[in-house]
């Protein structure tokens, strides 16, 4: 009679362990791609939110590229619930990155 009580113990704890494994939502992204994607947007805000006056054209052209790569990432991020979105924006942000790189040297 106690090895019911036990194997029905056993069963229990062990359904308990794969009920989080059975619900959790497939497709949803790690935490990691996320952080990094909003780390490089926020990176790419610094440069590119209040843009400097430049006399310079193709400077404020580039500029004004890259923030416009900022303001997609930013809603791509606001939707972003992958990790293939996660990466998408970080993408546009190293994108709009560059463009600041570019327009600094």
């Known amino acids: 009679m106690t090895w019911i009580w036990i194997v ?25 791609e996320a952080i990094a994607a909003r780390a490089k947007h926020n990176q790419l805000g610094l440069h590119v939110e209040v843009l400097p006056p430049s006399g310079d ?4 052209a580039l500029l004004n590229r890259a923030r416009e790569r900022w303001i997609t990432a930013g809603g ?6 992958t990790e293939e979105e996660y990466r998408l924006a970080e993408r546009i942000c190293a994108e709009g990155l560059a463009l600041v790189k570019e327009a600094r040297t």
Do not use: N, T, W
């Open 76 to 81: 791509v991020l606001a939707q972003a619930r």
């Open 57 to 60: 054209e193709r400077v404020a």
């Open 8 to 32: 029905g113990a056993v069963l229990l704890l062990g359904a308990g362990a794969l009920v989080p494994a059975l619900l959790s939502r497939p497709g949803h992204s790690s935490d990691d």
